[in-house]
């Protein structure tokens, strides 16, 4: 396939050959543009030379696992979103791939037609810009959709692609309960049945992040039983 007509240029990373080889031919066949690598080494030199819109990341590779590759990759300054591979109900793997700036992941085994869903319904979130302003506001919060920056009080926060979708989705709606339902709908665009537990993670790390401070008041919160919302300073 000529790179130029394909949908997205992907890179797959996988120490196992036969799912290595398998992932890859089954994505080119979906209209993907594919590189691949056998371990993180690879990788990050991969990266450099190919430059990726998206990775499909092992998390058990020989010389490195996929969340020292996915660190090494945010610290230079590299967020195209990843999707990581784990073990079947590796809770920890989840919870670990999203600290360090992961955007999904797909448990091992796994539906070879669920890594496509999955890989589109991230690209989707994080390459799609709505119409709405490209600068949201919410008292000393700022997001800048144009930079892909978010600041508070002045001072940069980093944040993953789908950590940005999310903030995003929150100041959009500002003193609005969020259902995990909604969320998850709108930020993860899953065509069939997301895992509503991934919302819980992923505000949790975002609160650490926006609200990190003593000094700054909390903005994400909690409504048990009903959802999340982005409180203003005026409804407070």
């Not at 919870?95 to 539906?111: A, C, I, R």
């Amino acid at each position: 396939m000529n790179s130029r007509n394909a949908e997205a240029k992907l890179l797959v990373v996988d120490d196992e050959p036969n799912i290595r080889e398998l992932l890859s031919t089954s994505l080119r066949f979906a209209g993907f543009d594919v590189v691949a690598a056998a371990d993180g080494r690879e990788a990050l030199a991969a990266v450099e030379r190919e430059q990726p819109d998206l990775a499909v990341l092992d998390v058990m590779l020989p010389d490195m696992d996929g969340f020292t590759v996915t660190r090494k990759l945010r610290a230079a300054g590299r967020h195209f979103p990843v999707l990581f591979l784990t073990a079947r109900d590796d809770t920890d793997d989840k919870v670990t791939g999203l600290t360090v700036g992961g955007d999904d992941y797909v448990t091992k085994p796994f539906s070879l037609d669920e890594v496509v869903a999955r890989i589109r319904a991230v690209l989707r979130r994080t390459q799609s810009v709505d119409d709405d302003a490209a600068i949201l506001r919410v008292d000393d919060l700022e997001l800048d959709d144009d930079a892909h920056e978010v600041r508070r009080a002045g001072e940069i926060i980093d944040l993953s692609p789908t950590e940005f979708k999310l903030l995003r989705y929150l100041m959009m709606n500002p003193n609005r309960v969020l259902s995990k339902a909604q969320i998850l709908d709108h930020v993860w665009e899953y065509d069939f049945n997301g895992d509503a537990s991934i919302v819980e993670s992923y505000i949790s790390y975002l609160r650490r992040k926006i609200d990190s401070r003593p000094e700054w008041p909390s903005l994400i919160q909690t409504k048990r039983g009903v959802g999340y919302l982005m409180r203003t300073a005026d409804r407070r």
